[in-house]
Each structure stands twice: as structure tokens, then as C-alpha cells.
T-cell receptor, first 114, second 111 residues
Framework: NAGVTQTPKFQVLKTGQSMTLQCAQD?????MSWYRQDPGMGLRLIHY???????DQGEVPNGYNVSRSTTEDFPLRLLSAAPSQTSVYFC?????????????FGPGTRLLVL | DAKTTQPPSMDCAEGRAANLPCNHSTISGNEYVYWYRQIHSQGPQYIIHGLKNNETNEMASLIITEDRKSSTLILPHATLRDTAVYYCIVRVSGGYQKVTFGTGTKLQVIP
């Protein structure tokens, strides 16, 4: 298993540009989520999904869109990038049924918005 | 999910046991205690979890008080590679709950 993969690893955007951060997992996990981590801060939940076709907002959803058309993929879209979205983005996945097992995290995407 | 409180930072001498506390005084009866760590901006890594009994695995031990209002993560022989931010999270097992992380404890292992 590759686990949770994220692309790209690094990205520089200009204010107003849009982009999609990719996240994929091959463990057949129902639950997937996106976090952002600002310097010296903990992780804050952006959006999450409990299965294909089902998504919901986390703590800091503004400026981000998600969709879940397959179990494997959970892309995060920045519609119009702003400097405040400069951060490290982590994707995570886990099972939801039979007890909340461990969350598996991807390696992160480092985003700089100029 | 219940809120947790952790000290912002701790030091530990290499080879000694590192004891990281976590307060979760509003924990519900069906909420588990989970510990993760994050090494140098990598993705967080699962360490251990428990409900009310003490737990041990190859990485650490988890001691939960009888009233379940606090817990301690124990790294029995800390190494320099254990320097990381440690997060304590409480949540129910299973279901559709979203998971949030606090700011954690920065553990510095000193040679």
C-alpha cells in the first residue's frame, strides 16, 4: 500500500490564482479530511468526508472547496488564493466503522501565496 | 469532542522516561484518549490510544486516571528522535465525528 499520497509537495501561487491540492489513499478508508497547519500552530480542520458523495465543513472552511467522487480521492480546491492561505496542508484518512482507528496522514503540501 | 489541555513545552534527558500530561476534565464516558506526534513538520504519526485501562505498545505507555479526567503518555527511554510535538485528542470511537488537534506539547530531548 502507498498509504496517503499528496501532490504537489510544494507550490507557489500568486494572489487570486486557483489550484487543486490532490490527495489519494489506497486503504479503502471511508473517512478523509484536510487540515492546515500554520507556523507554530496545531492542525486545524478544513473539510472532511465520511464517504463518496458526502462532505462537510470543519473549523476553517472559507476559501476552500472539496468533493469526493470516489473513495480513493479527496481533492482540495483553492478558488482564489490569498496570502492568508499560506500554510502546510495535510490530508488524512481512516476507517469510520468498527471503531475509529488510527488516522493516516500524508506528507503534506507546502503552499506559499504571494 | 472534549477539550484537552497540555503544557506547551517540556524537556527530557536522553535515555530517561518522558512523561507528557494531558487534562481532559470534560471527557465523556464513550470518548477515547488518542496520542499523536509530529516530527519536524511531517504528517502526524499515531502513537497509542485507550479508553480507561492503561495501554502499552512498542512505542509508549498510556496511563489514564481512574476518573478519566487526565492521562499521561510515557516514552520509557527517550531518544533524540523523539523530539517532536505531541498531541492529545479525545473523541468517541467510530462514527462521523470530525477530529481537531490542539497546539500540543513540544518535547525537546536533550543529549
Amino acid at each position: 500500500n502507498a498509504g496517503v499520497t499528496q501532490t504537489p509537495k510544494f507550490q507557489v501561487l500568486k494572489t487570486g490564482q486557483s489550484m487543486t491540492l490532490q490527495c489519494a489513499q489506497d486503504m479503502n478508508h471511508e473517512y478523509m479530511s484536510w487540515y492546515r497547519q500554520d507556523p507554530g500552530m496545531g492542525l486545524r480542520l478544513i473539510h472532511y468526508s465520511v464517504g463518496a458523495g458526502i462532505t462537510d465543513q470543519g473549523e476553517v472552511p472559507n476559501g476552500y472547496n472539496v468533493s469526493r467522487s470516489t473513495t480513493e480521492d479527496f481533492p482540495l480546491r483553492l478558488l482564489s488564493a490569498a496570502p492568508s492561505q499560506t500554510s502546510v496542508y495535510f490530508c488524512a484518512s481512516s476507517f469510520t466503522t468498527g471503531g475509529w482507528k488510527t488516522q493516516y496522514f500524508g506528507p503534506g503540501t507546502r503552499l506559499l501565496v504571494l | 469532542d472534549a477539550k484537552t489541555t497540555q503544557p506547551p513545552s517540556m524537556d527530557c534527558a536522553e535515555g530517561r522516561a518522558a512523561n507528557l500530561p494531558c487534562n481532559h476534565s470534560t471527557i465523556s464516558g464513550n470518548e477515547y484518549v488518542y496520542w499523536y506526534r509530529q516530527i519536524h513538520s511531517q504528517g502526524p504519526q499515531y502513537i497509542i490510544h485507550g479508553l480507561k485501562n492503561n495501554e502499552t505498545n512498542e512505542m509508549a505507555s498510556l496511563i489514564i486516571t481512574e476518573d478519566r479526567k487526565s492521562s499521561t503518555l510515557i516514552l520509557p527511554h527517550a531518544t533524540l528522535r523523539d523530539t517532536a510535538v505531541y498531541y492529545c485528542i479525545v473523541r468517541v470511537s467510530g462514527g462521523y465525528q470530525k477530529v481537531t488537534f490542539g497546539t500540543g506539547t513540544k518535547l525537546q530531548v536533550i543529549p
